[in-house]
């Protein structure tokens, strides 16, 4: 019942999404190889923008890729935005941060955005065939629809304003072949962003209209009758005007039968046509002058075979819509004298419905009654960040952040006979303001500090300070970093009620973290690069779903307090012929307080492998990735097995003028495993796909 399964959005009617996708952005992106750890952007960067910064890591001016020390080496090191409001290198920002490239996006065969998470240390993903969730530090809640990690594309929120959604597998409303980069910054984030920047922040830089040169056409074919494709179009004038127009759609037929021995009376077991999966999104950037014009529109519907929230079992009409559109205009100006002002306003609404077959009667056999659960959100907001460099040794970040969250609605309901059970809708705003220095002490030494103070108007005020002290000299840099965040209660906590399923928890309060770390980086000669973080994090009234045994009902309480402990490491690699990987280890122990018991869904090992190897020099690349996967607790006590899975991939270029091709196989080994439930399900452990393929063309002209 309650949307059955999670997220995303009703945004704008179809229509709307049609305009979008005639529309939209390409927000010019640069990178500032700073020579001292705070120096400014070069003022002469009239197309540069703090807000999309751009880093040559993935492709090539003509839009090919290019083996070449920038692409190849770690002598230019990469830098980052979302960590600071504006670009700095990964070693010089206040946290832990990998970023992975649209080059490593193509030749590891990354179709979509769970595979990319899955490839980063410390992260992982699951799935209830429904909605996937990530996972990060040992921490991934039954009933949390990856509310407490920000998600942002291009900058902007995309967590939404009843569930506080971030989903990391097809209803992310961005299609892999336009990622540029990934910017995953781990630690809390409040400081900066507020709520859902809980554990971290993940920003998405898409790709630009002079990336494109032009138009793309692609289509690929993948297992489970599935079908996607994608038209593109970008450039960038001579006017100064810059685009990028892209439309993609897919349908999956999924898994035409499905086996759940928790339903063993009922049809044998088996779920059949239920995993149905259709999407198609919009996504556009128009960039002139210091103006900045982005958007995108996500229409998702999917079949959903487990019989979640109680509802009927194998009947296909059981499935969820979500639809997300959104527009944010942004002005950014740097003027001569290093003070960058940027300003941006924004619109978003999402829309959910679910059609969710209940045997009311008990009978084990139709007709069913169809219940209907939907939700709805719109908010707009407005953001004014100001950067200045003082007295040399200061760069100095002020801003703040109004939202008005004016429709927050909720409904619950049978169609026949008709019963209401939900029809709740609400409003709520806040407004922020946060100030940062980033202070050069000494030639090898920056203090960064920050804070944020956040003022609902539901619950109140919050302030969330961060501190880091970073120490860089040759090729190593140490990081002593602190930080608290906070996640707002967002209105399905709160108030949401079905018949059967679930009751209304209003007077939560926000939950609160505390995050003590270490990071060191160093870079061993011109091809590696180790990374090792050690932390800590200390959870305070943590919410969570839980059952009342009075009466059976789910209901969301502040009555957790977590302590984790961790040590994440890798070593990267990357040499002039073309070859590059990276190996990774997590060891991770998740306990709630009262009583030292480990959560469940959280694993305590990853391990995790990849490797690209050229092999036709600049023509044809193959890739290839492992990961291991751990046990994780579920919530009837018992283990989700541990697992290892295996996918490779290959992936040419510039055998045939214009023409891309690649491949892939997921789960070569074919290997059976696993993710928990939550408490909506019966099932205990939710079974994954094994051996998958996908093949796909593109072509550029």
């Given at each position: 019942m309650r949307r059955l399964a999670r997220t995303c959005t009703r945004m704008l009617p179809a229509t709307t999404g049609y305009l979008l996708g005639a529309m939209l952005l390409a927000l010019p992106l640069t990178t500032s190889h700073a020579a001292s750890p705070i120096e400014e952007v070069p003022s002469e960067q009239t197309e540069a923008s703090l807000d999309l910064p751009e880093v040559p890591l993935s492709s090539a001016s003509d839009g090919q890729e290019t083996v070449g020390k920038e692409s190849t080496l770690f002598e230019e090191i990469p830098s980052v935005y979302?960590?600071?409001?504006?670009?700095?290198?990964?070693?010089?920002?206040?946290?832990?941060?990998?970023?992975?490239?649209?080059?490593?996006?193509?030749?590891?065969?990354?179709?979509?955005?769970?595979?990319?998470?899955?490839?980063?240390?410390?992260?992982?993903?699951?799935?209830?065939?429904?909605?996937?969730?990530?996972?990060?530090?040992?921490?991934?809640?039954?009933?949390?629809?990856?509310?407490?990690?920000?998600?942002?594309?291009?900058?902007?929120?995309?967590?939404?304003?009843?569930?506080?959604?971030?989903?990391?597998?097809?209803?992310?409303?961005?299609?892999?072949?336009?990622?540029?980069?990934?910017?995953?910054?781990?630690?809390?984030?409040?400081?900066?962003?507020?709520?859902?920047?809980?554990?971290g922040v993940v920003n998405v830089i898409t790709k630009r209209g002079r990336d494109l040169k032009g138009t793309e056409v692609s289509g690929e074919a993948s297992s489970f009758n599935t079908y996607r494709s994608r038209l593109s179009y970008g450039n960038k004038f001579s006017n100064g005007l810059e685009m990028?127009?892209?439309?993609?759609?897919?349908?999956?037929?999924?898994?035409?039968?499905?086996?759940?021995?928790?339903?063993?009376?009922?049809?044998?077991?088996?779920?059949?046509?239920?995993?149905?999966?259709?999407l198609y999104y919009y996504t556009g950037k128009l960039s002139y002058g210091d103006f900045t014009?982005?958007?995108?529109?996500?229409?998702?519907?999917?079949?959903?075979?487990?019989?979640?929230?109680?509802?009927?079992?194998?009947?296909?009409?059981?499935?969820?819509?979500?639809?997300?559109?959104?527009?944010?205009?942004?002005?950014?100006?740097?003027?001569?004298?290093?003070?960058?002002?940027?300003?941006?306003?924004?619109?978003?609404?999402?829309?959910?419905r679910a059609h969710l077959p209940y045997d009311y009667a008990g009978t084990g056999t139709p007709p069913f009654t169809i219940n209907k659960d939907s939700s709805e959100g719109d908010w707009w907001g407005a953001e004014l960040t100001i950067t200045k460099r003082l007295f040399d040794r200061h760069?100095?970040?002020?801003?703040?952040?109004?939202?008005?969250?004016?429709?927050?609605?909720?409904?619950?309901?049978?169609?026949?006979?008709?019963a209401t059970y939900?029809?709740?809708?609400?409003?709520?705003?806040?407004?922020?303001?946060?100030?940062?220095?980033?202070?050069?002490?000494?030639?090898?030494?920056?203090?960064?500090?920050?804070?944020?103070?956040?003022?609902?108007?539901?619950?109140?005020?919050?302030?969330?300070?961060?501190?880091?002290?970073?120490?860089?000299?040759?090729?190593?840099?140490?990081?002593?970093?602190?930080?608290q965040a906070f996640r707002a209660p967002n209105p399905y906590e709160q108030y949401y009620v079905a018949s059967t399923t679930f009751k209304a928890s209003p007077n939560l309060q926000?939950?609160?973290?505390?995050?003590?770390?270490?990071?060191?980086?160093?870079?061993?000669?011109?091809?590696?690069?180790?990374?090792?973080?050690?932390?800590?994090y200390n959870i305070s009234g943590l919410i969570s779903q839980t059952t009342d045994p009075t009466d059976g009902l789910l209901f969301f309480s502040n009555v957790d307090n977590i302590t984790a402990r961790g040590v994440e490491l890798a070593l990267e690699g990357k040499w002039p012929s073309g070859m590059e990987g990276r190996l990774s280890y997590a060891l991770q122990r998740t306990e709630n307080d009262d009583g030292n018991h480990q959560l469940t869904n959280s694993p305590q090992h990853l391990a995790k492998a990849n490797v690209i190897l050229p092999v036709i020099t600049d023509k044809l690349f193959a890739g290839f990735e492992g990961r291991y996967t751990s046990s994780r607790l579920t919530l009837a006590g018992n283990s989700a097995s541990p697992f290892y899975i295996l996918n490779v991939s290959l992936f040419s270029q510039r055998i045939v003028k214009g023409w891309e091709f690649s491949g892939h196989i997921n789960n070569l080994m074919n290997q059976k495993y696993g993710y928990p439930g939550s408490g909506e399900h019966v099932q205990d452990v939710i079974d994954q796909d094994g051996r998958t393929f996908w093949i796909k063309l593109k072509y550029r002209f």
């Open positions: 979302g960590a600071a409001k504006y670009d700095q290198k990964v070693n010089e920002a206040p946290a832990a941060v990998i970023i992975i490239t649209a080059d490593q996006i193509k030749k590891y065969g990354y179709r979509n955005f769970a595979q990319i998470l899955d490839s980063v240390p410390g992260l992982f993903t699951s799935n209830d065939r429904n909605y996937g969730y990530l996972g990060i530090r040992g921490f991934n809640r039954p009933g949390d629809y990856t509310s407490r990690v920000l998600l942002l594309i291009d900058n902007h929120r995309l967590n939404d304003a009843v569930y506080d959604s971030g989903g990391p597998s097809t209803e992310m409303p961005i299609d892999v072949d336009l990622i540029d980069r990934v910017e995953i910054i781990k630690g809390p984030g409040s400081s900066l962003y507020g709520t859902n920047a809980f554990f990028l127009l892209s439309g993609s759609f897919s349908d999956s037929e999924g898994h035409r039968e499905l086996s759940y021995p928790a339903f063993s009376s009922i049809n044998n077991g088996i779920a059949k046509d239920a995993d149905r999966d259709n014009l982005l958007g995108g529109h996500q229409w998702r519907k999917k079949n959903v075979p487990t019989a979640s929230f109680g509802t009927a079992f194998n009947d296909n009409r059981q499935n969820t819509l979500d639809e997300r559109t959104y527009l944010d205009l942004v002005y950014q100006h740097e003027f001569v004298n290093q003070l960058n002002v940027k300003a941006r306003v924004y619109y978003d609404r999402y829309y959910y760069k100095v970040t002020i801003g703040g952040e109004y939202r008005d969250q004016f429709r927050q609605n909720q409904s619950n309901a049978d169609r026949e006979p008709p939900l029809e709740d809708k609400r409003h709520s705003s806040f407004i922020a303001a946060y100030l940062q220095d980033e202070w050069a002490i000494a030639d090898h030494l920056v203090l960064n500090v920050g804070v944020r103070h956040d003022q609902y108007s539901t619950f109140g005020g919050t302030t969330n300070p961060r501190a880091a002290l970073i120490s860089t000299w040759d090729k190593t840099t140490i990081k002593l970093l602190y930080g926000p939950e609160k973290i505390k995050t003590y770390e270490l990071v060191v980086e160093q870079y061993l000669g011109d091809h590696l690069r180790a990374l090792g973080s050690l932390y800590q």
